[in-house]
C-alpha cells in the first residue's frame, strides 16, 4: 500500500498547492492513503469547515490537528460533524471530536489514523504514550486496520522519537509535525513502523515557519507585539513523507521525502517514479 502525509498546510499558499498538486499525485503515484495536517491552515491558525472540505475534496482520507485546532471557533462545532477530522487523542476527557479515526480509503482500505500532542515545550495534557498504547491496542495493524499512522504533534524531536519507538511494529507510520522544518532522518524502525522527526509545512519558505517575516523578525528583537502575525504569500513547498507498506502487515517497506515547488530543493520517492504534475 502505499500512503502519502503532507505536514503542516499554512495559510493559503500551503492550500493552493495542495489543491493543486495532490489530485495528480494520488493519480500518478496510485496512493492508497492520504493524511494532511492542517492545524495552520486558517491564514496559520486552526482550521474551517470550508477548509476541511477542501482537503477531502482534494483528496485527503483524513486531516489532523494539533496545538492550533481551536484557534478557530467554528471547529469546536463542525468536528463533530467531519469524520476525517482527528485532534489531539490526550486532550482532556469530553474535549469535541476524536483522537483517532478509523477511515475507509477510497481503494478500500481501513487506516488507523492517531493525532497527538507532546508535552515538551507545549501544554501539559495527558501522557500521550499511554493514550497511544490504548489506541494501538483497540485497533491492532495487520487485524482491524491495513495502515495506522500517528502523527506527534511536538516540539522537541527527542520526545518524538520515543513515540516513534515506542510504537515501532504496531503503526505503519510515525510522523512528526508542529516545528515546520524537514528533518533528514526518515527511516524504517527495526521492528518496521516507518518515522521522521520532522515531515515540514506545506507553506511559503520564505518566510519564519511559515509567517510573514516583518513582525517575528521585530518581535524577536523588540519583545513587543506590534502587528498580528500573518501567514506568508509567495510560492509554496509542499512537505510530505511517502510510505508504502507491505500488503499484509501494514509495515512499512520504504520511505522518502517529499518535496515539491517553491525553494527547497526538490524530492520524489524514486521507487514510484516521476509524477506528471
Ligand atoms: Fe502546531
Known amino acids: 500500500m502505499r500512503l502519502l502525509f503532507i505536514g503542516d498546510v499554512v ?42 472540505n477542501e482537503f477531502i475534496d482534494a483528496g485527503a482520507d483524513a486531516v489532523t490537528l494539533g496545538n492550533h485546532s481551536w484557534d478557530q471557533r467554528e471547529a469546536l462545532v463542525f468536528i463533530e460533524r467531519a469524520p476525517r477530522l482527528v485532534r489531539p487523542a ?20 481501513r487506516a488507523l489514523v492517531i493525532n497527538m500532542m507532546g508535552r515538551i515545550f507545549m501544554d501539559p495534557l495527558d501522557d500521550p504514550f499511554a493514550v497511544a498504547d490504548r489506541e494501538l491496542n483497540a485497533c491492532p495493524l495487520g ?22 519507538l515506542f510504537c515501532d511494529g504496531r503503526a505503519s507510520l510515525v510522523v512528526g509535525t508542529h516545528t515546520h522544518v524537514p528533518t533528514a532522518d526518515h527511516r524504517i524502525l527495526p521492528a518496521g513502523t516507518a518515522f521522521i522527526s520532522d515531515v515540514g509545512m506545506t507553506g511559503a519558505f520564505d518566510s519564519i515557519i511559515g509567517m510573514a517575516k516583518e ?3 521585530q518581535r524577536f528583537q523588540s519583545k513587543i507585539s506590534r502587528a498580528r502575525f500573518e501567514a506568508a504569500d509567495g510560492t509554496a513547498t509542499l512537505c510530505g513523507i511517502a510510505v508504502e507498506t507491505d500488503d499484509k502487515t501494514g509495515l512499512a517497506t520504504r520511505i522518502a521525502p517529499v518535496r515539491l515547488g517553491g525553494i527547497l530543493d526538490e524530492a520524489k520517492p524514486a521507487f514510484w517514479g516521476q509524477a506528471a504534475v
Not at 487485524?143 to 516513534?164: F, N, P, R, Y
Open 215 to 217: 513582525e517575528p523578525l
Open 143 to 164: 487485524e482491524a486496520a491495513d495502515l495506522v499512522i500517528l502523527d506527534m504533534h511536538c516540539e522537541a524531536t527527542s520526545e518524538k522519537q520515543a513515540m516513534g
Open 90 to 109: 490526550n486532550y482532556p476527557a469530553g474535549t469535541p471530536g476524536r483522537g483517532a479515526a478509523l477511515v475507509d480509503t477510497r481503494t478500500g482500505k
Open 11 to 52: 495559510g493559503r499558499a500551503g492550500r493552493a498547492i495542495v489543491n493543486e498538486r495532490l489530485p495528480g499525485l494520488i493519480r500518478d503515484w496510485t496512493l492508497d492513503l492520504v493524511v494532511i495536517n492542517g492545524e495552520n491552515a486558517a491564514g496559520g491558525f486552526g482550521i474551517t469547515e470550508a477548509i476541511y
